[in-house]
């Protein structure tokens, strides 16, 4: 199975608060594993990513816990402001054939209220 | 600098017809993965292709569905035939290759009315 299943669909987080969002993949093979902003009528957009080999990847307020005897990663957004309001996609990829096919989650939209 | 460009933006076709979505891959970058987003929904690889040629079409659809990067131009998705069921929208990243993330664009809507 090729899925990724991300929780919870919908998120609202107050103005300063931690946002957590978790994904859970079944393909051992997967190796690279990024997450994705997308804002209404735009494109989805790079925020972070991790390989297996690190447990956690931190870049500014994003952090990614990796996990993977769970096979379980996870997206934390710390002082969470209202710019952050968005959907967030979790993705895993096998590199295959020199390319890198994203498998997506369903997506989680994050409401940070004032 | 500019980013992935796709075109249109919004597409509406009446069922039956074609519908013809481009882009054109970040500059240096010779690898394109096209991806359809259902409403509420997470995207869906389609197929992945460099100049020239399909690499993994194992996401599109068997039939009305093709995809081309020809050595000149922009990527091409060709959807014949169009039905209901094909409103998504359709979006296309690049990427310079190898494990070099995918960089993303705006994406075209299609509607059938």
């Known amino acids: 199975q090729q899925q990724v299943k991300q929780s919870p669909q919908s998120l609202i987080v107050q103005k300063g608060g931690i946002s957590i969002i978790n994904c859970a993949y079944e393909?051992?093979?997967?190796?690279?594993f990024p997450w994705y902003q997308q804002f209404p009528g735009k494109g989805p957009a790079l925020l972070i990513a991790?390989?297996?080999?690190?447990s956690e990847k931190k870049e500014g307020r994003f952090t990614i816990s990796f996990n993977k005897s769970a096979k379980q990663f996870s997206l934390h957004i710390m002082d969470s402001q209202p710019g952050d309001s968005a959907t967030y996609f979790c993705?895993?990829?096998?590199?295959?054939?020199?390319?890198?096919?994203?498998?997506f989650g369903t997506g989680t939209q994050l409401k940070v209220e004032l | 600098n500019a980013g992935v460009m796709q075109n249109p933006r919004h597409l509406v076709r009446r069922r039956g017809q074609e519908a013809r979505l481009r882009c054109s891959p970040m500059?240096?970058?010779?690898?394109v993965y096209w991806y359809r987003q259902l409403p509420e929904e997470g995207l869906k690889f389609m197929v992945y292709l460099q100049k020239e040629n399909i690499i993994d079409e194992s996401g599109m659809p068997k039939e009305r569905f093709s995809a081309e990067f020809p050595k000149e131009g922009p990527s091409i998705l060709r959807i014949q035939q169009v039905v209901r069921g094909d409103s998504a929208a359709y979006f296309c990243?690049?990427?310079?290759?190898?494990?070099?993330?995918?960089?993303f664009g705006d994406g075209t809507r299609l509607s059938i009315l």
């Open positions: 993705a895993a990829s096998q590199l295959t054939g020199g390319g890198n096919k994203l498998t």
């Open positions: 500059k240096g970058h010779s690898h």
């Open positions: 990243a690049s990427s310079p290759g190898g494990s070099q993330p995918q960089h």
């Open positions: 393909n051992t093979a997967f190796d690279y």
């Open positions: 991790i390989r297996p080999d690190v």
